[in-house]
């Protein structure tokens, strides 16, 4: 990560332990036999959960706070279901926006996509669409979970692990898993031509206010490794909706220079994906006023 970048949709997106694992100082993912005590380790074999806690027509919105002065505006979405390889996919999009005044002088415009399996739970089209300062980057990615490899648009490959998912659909990964106090789940993740691992601690359960409302939550903390000026000296810790959907409504970590925050400020709940054998919640869901 470039000394001058501020990481808004990695903050957002609730993967920050992944895209800043994409830094030089992440140590590389561990063999699949590796698992730390305790820790449930996703597979590509094993049968997904059911139902979905999210379906075409989610949208989250967020407000980013750097301090006390409001940074810019993200948002995650569930779009139309798809046909990807032959396989229905929900597209998963994450955004994020500097305000007018931040822009002044650090402007953020960031696009991420994942195009992501309904069937199998695992990503097959990744995307990533950064504008940061003077920083640019594009990214386009093919995963074939059959040859345990990942594709570029120059026809690069890489390994993966079983299992994969790339740094927006880890995020929506575990949404779908069951979440306790004491557990540790651990998802396979490719990000930049490397594999790392993610370590998602479940904390505790606690009641949360924000401007969309007031939540009964489950707290995670991802493990983050990153190096730069965003480098992170506390935890990256997210509050979930404690419910079937799973909903990020908060989002905190300390970073070397402040701390940054993600509120969610409004929410449109999705529609169920219609897809034989796969179920998403209904629209009014269950999550507490």
């Known amino acids: 990560m470039t000394k001058n970048r501020f990481p808004f949709w990695i903050l957002l997106a609730g993967t920050a332990v992944l895209a800043a694992g994409a830094g030089p100082s992440a140590a590389p993912a561990p063999s699949a036999t590796e698992t730390p005590s305790g820790a449930q380790t996703p597979s590509a074999t094993e049968p997904p959960s059911r139902p979905l806690p999210f379906g075409p027509g989610e949208e989250l919105r967020f407000a980013v706070k750097y301090g006390v002065v409001r940074a810019g505006d993200a948002s995650l979405a569930v779009e139309a279901?798809?046909?990807?390889?032959?396989?229905?996919a929900l597209r998963l999009v994450s955004t994020a926006r500097s305000s007018r005044f931040f822009s002044?002088?650090?402007?953020v415009k960031d696009r991420v996509e994942s195009l992501w399996s309904v069937t199998r739970r695992l990503p097959l089209r990744f995307e990533k669409h950064i504008r940061e300062g003077g920083y640019r980057r594009e990214t386009a990615l093919r995963f074939d979970h059959e040859t345990l490899e990942v594709v570029d648009g120059k026809g690069k490959r890489w390994e993966i692990l079983p299992g994969s998912q790339d740094v927006l659909s880890a995020f929506y990964f575990v949404r779908t898993r069951s979440l306790e106090p004491g557990d540790t789940l651990r998802v396979p993740?490719?990000?930049d031509g490397k594999n790392y691992p993610l370590d998602v601690e479940v904390i505790r359960r606690e009641r949360?206010?924000?401007p969309a409302g007031t939540?009964?939550?489950i707290v995670v903390e991802p493990l983050l490794k990153t190096a730069g000026l965003f480098k992170q000296e506390g935890?990256?810790?997210i509050w979930l909706t404690d419910d079937s959907r799973r909903m990020p409504v908060l989002m905190k970590s300390k970073v070397a220079v402040g701390s940054i925050v993600a509120e969610l400020e409004s929410f449109r709940l999705g529609r169920p994906a219609r897809v034989p054998g796969v179920d998403v919640p209904p629209s009014r869901g269950d999550s507490p006023p």
């Open 235 to 237: 935890r990256l810790t």
């Open 189 to 191: 993740n490719h990000s």
């Open 104 to 107: 002044t002088f650090f402007e």
């Open 215 to 217: 939540f009964s939550c």
């Open 81 to 88: 279901m798809e046909t990807v390889d032959g396989e229905p």
């Open 208 to 210: 949360v206010q924000v």
